[in-house]
């Protein structure tokens, strides 16, 4: 099944991913294949149909479109577990398998097999999802397709250029857990969040931008674009910011164009985590299920206004478990009907909250974003991003699907 999939695909657009998935699935006595993605905001699965427009008609019995806190199937995307539904006799059953790229959630694949599935044919979807998993994301890149699948509504062009520049939503390995989110999706203008991995350090940034318009949102591209180019050159985190900011001003000109940001550095070995502060808020670390402390650090000026305020180095070690929040303003700025702030208290309090229930960290995030949106009336007057990345130390982490 593996082997001429993987043949198969290799010219193969996006479109034919469900007639080969179905077709190989075959081979080893499993039957239809549906496949679902998630859409931008994590709220609703999508039917992938092959005609390259958008989640079409119902097939199989099933709705093209799924919502995730409603469904049998987004039981299973919230906690990336398979899960079955029985069916009358004589029918098979539909398992629900997610699809996972590491950690990041991109949908899931309904197959039909019997009920009593041994544990043989159960190891045959996971690997199925797996290996579908790893052709979606090979695809997805050049496929208008997918990106006209994954979006609920039109979008923004400033948000266009910012949602090409972003990593995948969450990324893990052995040693830390990140993960993101930015809204509003489709209207995003000034805010942004990058991070990578280079042995083991990984390199953090998050990014706020003046204004919430086309012209932030290339204000944020270009920085975002200057600190992976100074960063791949091994520049270090205080420099990096200052050749932004010279990037920025040879650009935009002097004190026209600004950004707040963070950049930082954790060393996944040692738990040493180094930033600079760049009039931004400032980090906050979550240890032992509850909130320790914002990290205080000097911070310098905005880059972009040439204030000539010193670029400070800070230091902090944490400890195996801990949480570091990166975050803008809007999301402890988000109002209510009434004018309530959403608050920083009540932004780390959540995360507490679920984190105490055992939800992995990318689904912590998506329930917070809905709470934000939720809380402001489904509606941001700005852009809320996070960034929280999980240190585990010794601690040994696998993203399991049970």
Avoid at 23 to 52: K, M, N
Avoid at 194 to 217: K, N, Q, R, W
Wanted: one cysteine or more.
């Amino acid at each position: 099944m593996l082997a001429g999939l993987l043949a198969a695909s290799h010219l193969a657009a996006l479109e034919e991913m469900p007639a080969l998935a179905g077709e190989h699935a075959a081979h080893v006595g499993l039957g239809e294949v549906l496949i679902y993605v998630v859409d931008l905001q994590q709220q609703v699965l999508r039917l992938l149909t092959g005609h390259g427009e958008d989640a079409g008609e119902d097939v199989g019995g099933e709705p093209a479109e799924l919502r995730i806190d409603a469904t049998l199937a987004g039981r299973g995307f919230q906690e990336t577990r398979v899960l079955v539904r029985p069916a009358p006799q004589g029918r098979a059953a539909h398992w629900w398998v997610p699809m996972l790229d590491g950690t990041e959630r991109l949908g899931m694949l309904r197959v039909s097999a019997p009920a009593d599935a041994d544990e043989a044919q159960v190891e045959a979807m996971r690997a199925l999802a797996s290996l579908m998993a790893l052709l979606v994301v090979s695809k997805r890149a050049f496929s208008d397709s997918y990106a006209r699948l994954a979006r609920i509504r039109p979008m923004h062009v400033a948000a266009e250029m910012q949602w090409t520049l972003t990593p995948p939503l969450s990324f893990a390995n052995t040693g830390v857990v990140i993960s993101a989110a930015m809204e509003p999706a489709y209207e995003v203008g000034g805010d942004a969040f990058d991070y990578a991995i280079a042995g083991d350090v990984a390199h953090l940034g998050i990014f706020d931008a003046m204004g919430h318009d086309v012209s932030a949102g290339l204000t944020a591209s270009l920085a975002l674009a200057a600190c992976r180019n100074n960063r791949r050159h091994g520049v270090g985190l205080a420099a990096n910011t200052e050749k932004i900011e010279e990037t920025l001003i040879g650009e935009f000109g002097r004190s026209t164009r600004y950004v707040t940001a963070i950049l930082a550095d954790l060393d996944t070995t040692t738990g040493v985590l180094t930033w600079v502060n760049r009039g931004h808020h400032p980090p906050v670390v979550i240890r032992g299920g509850r909130w320790t402390s914002s990290l205080a650090c000097p911070p310098a000026h905005p880059m972009g206004l040439a204030l000539g305020l010193p670029v400070r180095l800070c230091r902090e070690q944490l400890q195996p478990g801990d949480r570091v929040l990166l975050y803008t303003d809007g999301i402890t700025e988000a109002r209510s009907a009434q004018g309530r702030e959403f608050g920083l208290n009540r932004f780390v309090d959540f995360i507490i909250r679920h984190t105490a229930d055992g939800l992995p960290v990318p689904e912590t995030l998506r329930r917070l974003i809905h709470s934000v949106l939720d809380y402001h009336g489904g509606r941001l007057q700005d852009d809320a991003t996070v960034l929280l990345t999980e240190w585990h130390g010794a601690a040994h982490y696998r993203m399991t699907v049970t």
